[in-house]
């Protein structure tokens, strides 16, 4: 995976609205997206990729999405599931460098 990829994929997800959704999990899927987006951006602003600190806080925070995004509706879902492959895609570039 290259870093335009990444770009790329970072693309198609910030055309996305944040979907309206009701769940007790709202502000924790906020916090987790937020994160996510920090690693991503931390990554394409930096030509030295992620540090050991972003990659540990992206594995956790991808692991909590996996187990928070279980019980949404489709619309929401369909956007989480996309942060969540962009993490992944994110975490396997910046673990192979």
């Known amino acids: 995976m ?4 990444i770009q790329a994929a970072w693309d198609r997800h910030q055309r996305e609205d944040w979907p309206v959704f009701s769940s007790p999990h709202q502000g924790h899927l906020m916090t987790l997206d937020t994160v996510i987006s920090g690693c991503v951006t931390y990554y394409l602003d930096n030509p030295d990729g992620l540090d050991d600190r972003r990659i540990a806080v ?4 991808l692991t909590e999405l996996a187990t928070v995004i279980e019980e949404l509706d489709p619309v929401p879902l369909a956007y989480f599931i996309r942060l969540r492959q962009l993490g992944e895609l994110l975490l396997q570039t ?3 460098r």
């Open 58 to 61: 992206l594995k956790d925070c």
């Open 2 to 5: 290259t870093k335009q990829e």
């Open 94 to 96: 910046a673990t192979t």
